[in-house]
């Protein structure tokens, strides 16, 4: 068996004898490239026109979710040349600086992605649990500058992959990786903590406990809603569990494998049967964590009604009046409704029959 190159994708070089199971790889692999680049643009490209054209700008949950969306596009535009790569067994045809610039994009996506979640997770339990105290605090000002911030902050993050980055000639191919030198050692070590650490686990942890006192708080308001407005909140809560286990399920498998990598990286892992089976999963964890860029838009459109509803206008090209942003009432917003029902003149008897309509706050 001919002795190859273990974690080439990563630059990781130790020399083992491979299964030669990378032929599947080679095939399969760059089809669901091609199948998350197509869904992917297609969805993120009509967020982003859905938001712009009926929603438009006025809440700060549409500023996150538009450049959570615009993220995704820069990310995807790279996944034909990662699709060609693996389809061409991991050659790299398009020169250093797009190896620079792809690698570099890939973990700019990352940050940016799972930064924007956390934002808009943050955002969400402002408005559900404060929507009184942080009313001067939830702006489209204050939204933008966030914004601003993560597309900075995340560019700072990735530089180091994209500079360590580079082009080999190995021969009978150019490979596109970082070279596992001595020296670099520490880089690489860095760079993976960093991943790992700000990129998945202290992002999750935040989510995580913002959705879980949401839901306790819309779970204690529960009582005093009428039915009409229970059913918005359950969908609510829907839609934030379904945005936690796409996240979860998407990057677990990816920082898991990772984490692995990290440990053959240090030299812990030396077992040439547990690198060739790192080295075989870990492009299909990596495939799974991309996913992440479509699932998105796939969520707002099953899980949305108002976003579906504005998305069914968009390929309709309806004129109708634009639908308003979607609205999630808080329990200070029913108290002070059922205090108003309370305090309602009764002279007549059409008064007294009349239902008190529970206000709700723009979120």
Not at 201 to 214: D, E, G, R
């Amino acid at each position: 068996m001919e002795n190859e190159t273990s974690g080439l994708s990563k630059g990781l070089l130790v020399n083992c004898s491979m299964s030669g199971r990378y032929n599947f790889i080679f095939k399969f692999i760059p089809v669901v490239y091609g199948c998350n680049f197509i869904i992917g643009i297609i969805g993120n490209s009509m967020v982003v026109a859905v938001i712009y054209r009926y929603m438009k700008l006025k809440t700060v949950a549409n500023v996150f979710v538009l450049n959570l969306a615009i993220s995704d596009l820069t990310f995807l535009i790279t996944l034909p040349m990662w699709a060609t790569f693996t389809a061409t067994g991991y050659h790299w045809p398009f020169g250093t600086f797009l190896c620079k610039a792809s690698a570099g994009l890939v973990i700019f996506n990352l940050y940016t992605s799972i930064f924007f979640l956390t934002a808009l997770s943050i955002d969400r339990y402002l408005a559900i649990v404060h929507p009184v105290r942080s009313r001067h605090r939830r702006t489209l000002f204050y939204a933008n500058l966030t914004c601003v911030l993560i597309w900075v902050f995340a560019l700072l993050l990735s530089m180091p992959t994209a500079l360590s980055r580079d082009v080999y000639d190995m021969g009978n191919s150019m490979l596109c990786a970082v070279w596992h030198r001595s020296e670099r050692i520490h880089l690489l070590v860095t760079l993976s903590v960093l991943k790992s650490v700000l990129g998945f686990f202290v992002p999750f942890l935040i989510i995580i406990t913002c959705y879980c006192l949401i839901g306790r708080d819309l779970l204690d308001s529960r009582g005093m809603l009428r039915k009409s407005v229970r059913s918005r909140e359950d969908e609510t809560l829907r839609m934030l569990a379904a945005a936690v286990l796409a996240f979860f399920v998407c990057w677990a498998p990816h920082q898991a494998f990772h984490f692995m990598e990290l440990l053959a990286m240090l030299g812990v892992v030396k077992n040439c049967q547990t690198l060739d089976i790192l080295d075989t999963a870990m492009p299909f964890t990596i495939c799974i964590s991309y996913l992440n860029s479509c699932v998105n838009p796939l969520l707002y459109s099953f899980v949305g009604k108002n976003f579906r509803k504005n998305l069914l206008r968009l390929l309709c090209c309806g004129s109708g009046p634009a639908s308003g942003p979607l609205r999630i009432n808080s329990k200070i917003n029913i108290h002070s409704s059922c205090t108003s029902g309370l305090l309602k003149p009764t002279s007549s008897k059409k008064n007294t029959t009349s239902s008190v309509e529970t206000s709700s706050v723009r979120s």
